[in-house]
């Protein structure tokens, strides 16, 4: 990714947009954090290497300025109403900022840009897509106090989360479905609590980060790679599907401490419909994670003799297991912890 000085650039510029955002006091410094970083991502998108890299980049530029432009607009119609008493309501332009930021994230209903924009991206763009891009939209709408509208994107996106997933063929579409799924439980998060989204978040970005960086080794970007690569080496196979069910939110491993915070928040604030809804779609994205762990693993693939002989050094492979064991046997440590303090 860092091939070039521009990268980096662009990259520091990125990170500088977020945090412009995040500790703006006014809806307008949020606002130019959000054009920085978005100005800042687009070239970081372009690829010579790959040729959806352009539409990919246009439609985010398209989808992007669309919500900026709204978001500005609403921010006028929030100062109007301030300093020059309009009559209009005060939900109403939450509302319309919320939609807008909602946009910005990806979250169902305003999710259509977003698997078919993963799909022309590079893994370690997706990642940042997936991860980073998220926080500065989710940290303005912890600002809002807009439930309704929040509720209504929590059960849409992990429905189309869940069922978007069932049916891809492309690795890269069926991340973007699950980090729509995700962003249900993490908008459910950031109802109850502030500190409970960004746990959720961290640990989202984390097994995220360890999926995304086997398959960029790899260059895994299909399902039908996925079931013919690496039979010489069963471990390297066995764990990265085990960190697939992390990410799903299987107990045992540490994807299902994020979730059980979440789920005992909601038991806490009764709020039993809204949980049904999310248990019910992770018990679906779990069920396509085991589908594809079961074909992975049952099915006679002939190895193709040269996938075996692809060079990965033992720093890259050792990296990945060390992330992997945190994925797997995370939250027994933690159970652990806590029970001896």
């Known amino acids: 990714m860092f091939n070039n000085s521009s990268k980096i650039l662009f ?11 995040v500790t703006a006091n006014s809806w307008l410094g949020a606002w130019m954090g959000l054009e920085i970083n978005l100005l800042s991502f687009i070239p970081l998108m372009s690829d010579s290497n790959n040729l959806k ?3 990919a980049s246009l439609k985010y530029f398209l989808t992007q300025a669309l919500a900026s432009t709204v978001l500005l607009f609403s921010v006028i119609l929030l100062m109007l109403k301030n300093n020059m008493n309009y009559e209009i309501s005060n939900s109403f332009i939450s509302m319309i900022i919320t939609s807008t930021l909602l946009l ?10 977003f698997p078919n924009l ?3 991206l590079t893994w370690m763009n997706a990642l940042l897509l997936m991860t980073w891009q998220k926080i500065a939209p989710l940290m303005l709408i912890s600002y809002l106090n807009t439930k309704n509208i929040l509720l209504i994107s929590v059960i849409l996106s992990v429905i189309v989360g869940a069922i978007g997933g069932l049916n891809q063929t492309s690795l890269r579409k069926l991340m973007a479905y699950s980090s729509i799924n995700h962003l249900g439980w993490m908008l459910s998060a950031l109802m109850l609590n502030e500190s409970v989204w960004l746990i959720y978040f961290l640990f989202y970005s984390l097994l995220s980060f360890t999926l995304i960086f086997m398959f960029n080794i790899f260059k895994l970007f299909h399902l ?5 690569w690496y039979s010489c080496n069963k471990i390297l196979k066995f764990v990265l599907f085990t960190n697939f069910l992390s990410l799903g939110g299987l107990p045992p491993f540490l994807g299902f401490l994020p979730k059980w915070i979440v789920i ?5 604030c009764n709020q039993y419909f809204q949980l ?10 779990l069920f396509f994670y085991l589908r594809m762990c079961y074909s992975a693993f049952m099915l006679n693939y002939y190895e193709i003799v040269w ?4 060079q990965v050094n033992n720093f890259t492979l050792n990296l990945f297991m060390l992330l992997s064991f945190f994925s797997i046997f995370g939250l027994i440590f933690i159970s652990m912890f806590f029970a001896m303090f």
């Open 53 to 55: 890299s352009t539409e």
């Open 104 to 113: 910005k994230s990806g979250s169902a209903p305003f999710h259509f840009w």
């Open 307 to 310: 996938m075996n002989n692809s």
């Open 264 to 268: 005992q928040q909601l038991t806490f």
């Open 11 to 21: 990259t520091a510029m990125m990170i500088i947009g977020t945090l412009i955002t």
């Open 118 to 120: 993963m799909d022309g």
């Open 224 to 228: 039908n790679q996925l079931f013919s």
């Open 276 to 285: 049904l809804i999310l248990l019910v779609t992770t018990l679906i994205t």
